[in-house]
């Protein structure tokens, strides 16, 4: 059945979701390993099937990803590549200006900030962003989004975040694998809480601007604390927020072995 879509000019929402479900075998909400090498030789053989270039996306794709056996996508890079009739996650990625509404609708969804919510809840996720951002949208669409899945998979708060937000782009710069990036955090979780207020976070910044005096600005921490307080729960900064901007990995994904 995947390989008949991946042959189609055109791919739904729903059929989107049944490829990604396909690849993805072991459900954990990435295509990775021999699963995404299955994946681009299939990906190629039904498009020569079907008679159909690859597109320059595919192309690009591929040329990334053929040889790369320890590389991995999640549903957002998917959806970059295939010819859905809609890209779904990017439109709402798109439309949705204010981090701050991104932000508020994830916490409904996601109340033990694990970084993640179940797929089929992003319906109602989408739904109320849209609502939020005063955009009209297809009830008819968003019934295909919801996966008819046996089981669930996972959508990681870093797969669908609207970042990067300008104010921290510079902060790019200085992103830490998951296992710094958890030492730092506690570190400066100095009580111990399980989130950073803004006192905790000014240290971290000062003492990331002292280290990386080429890429940051110690009279921009204002304006980088600013931008990533508006990532917080009223003030309280959990660890799967701050990794959005500060972290190189996924850090609700499952750790490598």
């Not at 809840?121 to 989004?145: G, M």
């Not at 976070?201 to 307080?229: F, G, H, Q, R």
């Amino acid at each position: 059945m995947a390989n008949a879509y991946l042959q189609g000019v055109e791919i739904s929402a729903s059929q989107f979701l049944d490829i990604f479900h396909h690849y993805d075998n072991d459900g954990n909400g990435y295509i990775e390993g021999k699963e995404l090498q299955s994946f681009i030789k299939e990906l190629q053989q039904a498009r020569k099937q079907a008679g159909l270039e690859l597109t320059d996306q595919m192309k690009a794709f591929v040329q990334e990803y053929e040889k790369n056996t320890d590389a991995k996508i999640g549903i957002v890079e998917l959806v970059q590549i295939l010819p859905t009739e809609e890209n779904f996650l990017l439109f709402f990625r798109q439309q949705l200006k204010s981090c701050a509404d991104f932000m508020q609708a994830w916490r409904c969804y996601d109340a033990d900030h694990s970084g993640y919510i179940e797929a089929d809840e992003l319906k109602n996720f989408l739904k109320d962003l849209l609502q939020k951002a005063k955009k009209p949208y297809d009830e008819k669409k968003l019934d295909e989004v919801n996966p008819r899945w046996n089981r669930k998979i996972r959508l990681t708060l870093t797969q669908l975040s609207p970042l990067p937000l300008p104010p921290v782009f510079l902060l790019q710069n200085v992103k830490m694998v998951r296992r710094e990036f958890n030492k730092i955090f506690e570190l400066y979780d100095q009580d111990e809480n399980g989130y950073m207020d803004e006192n905790e976070l000014d240290a971290l910044l000062k003492d990331l601007c002292e280290k990386n005096k080429k890429v940051l600005e110690v009279n921009k921490i204002p304006t980088y604390k600013t931008a990533i307080m508006a990532l917080s729960d009223g003030g309280k900064l959990y660890r799967t927020e701050l990794a959005l901007v500060l972290c190189a990995e996924d850090i609700s994904a499952p750790a490598p072995l």
